[in-house]
């Protein structure tokens, strides 16, 4: 589904001017409260929406991959809601809001698109809303591997899962660990299955 609507979304941006971009990691494409003139979609490379919790730690809102718009919850709105960095070298196309605002009220076909791809992005912000309702770290780890696939992270990913489901990595680490201990491997030294 994501696929077919980012193959929709592509085939209709060929019409809007767009400037390309590459960013390094660490970089912001924007922050909160910066004005919006841009809209940022991710050709390749991995971009985080952020925001910052009053107690320090970063809650990760969005995890914008290749064929990802950024912020389109702020397209409406004058000033971004978040902080958008590179986590991987991104190439993005950036499109003037204005420009992309004006073809969507003449081009149906791509309002269409457009509108079928904001419905599934809400799904997506209504799906990670509820693993942060949950109660423990187990449940929310549960529900992060029932909606990427079955897998547990790889342990390159574990801090970002962290802030995506919105615990310690120190909580996330000890969680991981405890499935590790219970799913012990008679083929694998240590016991342990790979990460």
């Not at 925001?51 to 969005?62: A, F, K, P, W």
């Not at 605002?101 to 809303?129: C, G, K, M, N």
Request: charged share 25%; net charge neutral.
């Amino acid at each position: 589904m994501i696929e077919i609507m980012s193959d929709q979304l592509e085939h209709q941006l060929p019409n809007l001017r767009a400037q390309k971009l590459v960013f390094t990691p660490g970089e912001y494409l924007f922050h909160l409260g910066d004005p919006v003139r841009l809209m940022y979609f991710v050709v390749t490379g991995m971009v985080h929406l952020t925001r910052t919790q009053s107690d320090g730690s970063m809650l990760v809102l969005h995890r914008a991959g290749a064929g990802s718009f950024l912020a389109e919850a702020s397209f409406c709105s004058e000033r971004y809601h978040c902080d958008a960095v590179v986590v991987e070298e991104t190439q993005a196309r950036a499109y003037v809001a204005a420009e992309f605002r004006a073809y969507l009220r003449t081009s149906p076909d791509f309002a269409d698109v457009w509108a079928r791809h904001l419905a599934h992005e809400l799904q997506i912000a209504r799906l990670h809303a509820e693993i942060l309702s949950l109660k423990t770290v187990a449940q929310r780890l549960d529900a992060w591997i029932g909606w990427r696939g079955g897998a547990l992270p790889r342990k390159g990913e574990w801090r970002t899962i962290a802030n995506e489901i919105g615990v310690s990595p120190e909580a996330l680490y000890r969680e991981i660990a405890r499935r590790h201990g219970s799913t012990k491997s008679k083929d694998r030294p240590g016991g342990l299955l790979p990460v």
